[in-house]
């Protein structure tokens, strides 16, 4: 199967995991192709070289419009001498309703290339004009589609998205290199952070839907002395807000915000011993899969999350899991967990096991899987 994909998050070599696993393991022929620049949620992004492995192929191509990803797009003459080696399928890690994935499609029923879109989309949105249009034709034409979780999924058949065209396949963990620390490896991380145990972090971008002034309202009802480090891996427009609050509780020796790159992740996330995501529904948002999830369970973290969108299907019954904005509900699991090596223990065990469901050896067998099937009919 000669197979070529195209999405933003190719930047990120990580993010090629799948890809590289189906070609090293299956023998497939796979180019991923990615912006050569990207702006990124947390940084900008230049796009990660590598080796090629297997018969995984890694492109970077210029695009217009980077910070718009409504509109962004792919220089088309790229694009073009890339068809143009011929193709068994292509995969478009992007929403239908973006310029680039119309533009993309088009050039690949050209070509007659059978093509799979994802979406994370998991709220029923009406988009404006020329978005829907879009939208439409990228779904009508085809070959099937990916939603990265069971919310996306009944979102989508709602919205009459081709239900036998469909399959819920989420984003993988690479178990290799998020994996736990020894007690040794831990404090060596504390101590690059400046911290000492123990110590309850966040990943991810500091807004408000994500939680943000949930976690500093749980740490004003908790005990200071059953706390080490508080530590923030991320970037974003409440950072001011964090150091601010932190240096008016005489806690900014304990409170750490640090931008990591995914790469770096692997290294530090398991130098947590709690993991807090309390992510916050709006009403043009809702958590769409919860990636730092299943990367804190491969880490041996245990979690403790809110219930916003799909993330009781990431966690199941392998964290605590609370209802959104509940300070009192967040601060007496963490107490919990403080409290209990019994009980850290035993989510750490249960997320390692569950974090296995989202590997990237279960998972790329079903992509590969679903990718035969959809260009075979």
Known sequence: MRLICFGHSYCIAINRSIEKWISCQMSWDITCVGPSSWPGDLRPLTFDSEEKKGKLQAVAVPVSFPFKVQIFNYQKNAVARLLAEG???????????????????????????????????????SYPWPFLAWEKEVVKNCSGWIACGNSVFE????????????????????????????????????????VCGPVIGYVGRLTPEKGIRTILKVFETLSPTSWGGLVFLGSGPLEHEIKKWALVNGWQDKVVVRLVKHSDMPFELPGLDILIAPSQSTGTWREQFGRMLIEAMASGVPVISSDSGEIPHTVGDAGSIVRESDVQGFSQAVKSLLGSCQLQQELCGKGLARSRLFSVETLAPQYAAFWAKSFCN
């Open 87 to 125: 193709w068994d399928g292509a995969y478009l890690w992007q929403e239908p309703y973006c310029r680039s994935a119309l533009i993309l499609t088009r050039q690949l029923r050209a070509l007659k290339i059978p093509y799979v879109f994802f979406t994370a989309q998991n709220l029923v949105k």
């Open 155 to 194: 979102t989508q058949n709602s919205r009459a998205y081709p239900h036998k065209k469909g399959v819920v396949l989420p984003h993988a963990v690479n178990t290799s290199l998020f994996k736990p620390a020894e007690k040794e490896e831990k404090e060596k991380i504390w101590k690059h952070w400046g």
